[in-house]
Every structure is written in structure tokens, then in C-alpha cells.
Nanobody, 126 residues
Framework: QVQLVESGGGLVQAGGSLRLSCAASGRTFSTYPMGWFRQAPGKEREFVAAISWSGGSTYNVDSVKGRFTISRDSPKNTVYLQMNSLKPEDTAVYYC???????????????????WGQGTQVTVSS
């Protein structure tokens, strides 16, 4: 069983930064890719970023490239999402998830991930 707990969300002004953390429990954390998704009110949950089990490969959705960085600290069983230059359209609940695949999927979707955290709210004011 894998449990994921996100933290670090909050209210920030446009142009500001936040770092989200995802603490994982379970012995299989370090052997699977991890990802971040977000869901805005009235919208579907969308993929944001993913990182390989080794941390050597990452993949970001185009809308956050150059602004968001995903990383992982396997000894600490933690995944991070550093978010810079935040925009009001980044406002959403952000979810951490563990992939059910051995490598980052070519076009990651929520169906490639099997364990999810409860989410953390990020609100960016204009």
C-alpha cells in the first residue's frame, strides 16, 4: 500500500513562487515514476509534470515549462514541485500521484497513475 500526502499549497500573488511537497509511504516509492496533476473548478484533472524513478528524466506539460520543476529525494520518500512565475490560471488543487508504469508514459494521463494524494490548494491572485 502506498500513501501520499501533499503539502505546501497556499495563496500567492501572480509572479510569486511556491514549493509543493509529496511525502510517500511504502517500500515501492523509489521504483516508480511520480507525477503531479492539477484540477481547477469545473475542469478535468490535468497532467502537470512527471519524474522517472531515478530522477534522471522529467516531463512537463507545455503550459508550465520553464516555470515549474519536479524533483525527488528518494531517501526521504518525497517528491517536490517548485513553481515559479505563478499565474492566476495556475490556480487549482494539485495532486501527487504514483505511476503504475515503470517509465514515464509518452503522453501521461490520470489513467497511468494508481495512487493519489488528497490534494493541496494553490491559489494565485492577480
Amino acid at each position: 500500500q502506498v500513501q501520499l500526502v501533499e503539502s505546501g499549497g497556499g495563496l500567492v500573488q501572480a509572479g510569486g513562487s511556491l514549493r509543493l511537497s509529496c511525502a510517500a509511504s511504502g517500500r515501492t516509492f523509489s521504483t516508480y515514476p511520480m507525477g503531479w496533476f492539477r484540477q481547477a473548478p469545473g475542469k478535468e484533472r490535468e497532467f502537470v509534470a512527471a519524474i522517472s524513478w531515478s530522477g534522471g528524466s522529467t516531463y512537463n506539460v507545455d503550459s508550465v515549462k520553464g516555470r515549474f520543476t519536479i524533483s525527488r529525494d528518494s531517501p526521504k520518500n518525497t517528491v517536490y514541485l517548485q513553481m515559479n512565475s505563478l499565474k492566476p490560471e495556475d490556480t487549482a488543487v494539485y495532486y501527487c500521484a504514483r505511476s503504475s508504469r515503470s517509465t514515464i508514459p509518452t503522453r501521461p494521463s490520470r489513467y497511468d497513475f494508481d495512487y493519489w494524494g488528497q490534494g493541496t490548494q494553490v491559489t494565485v491572485s492577480s
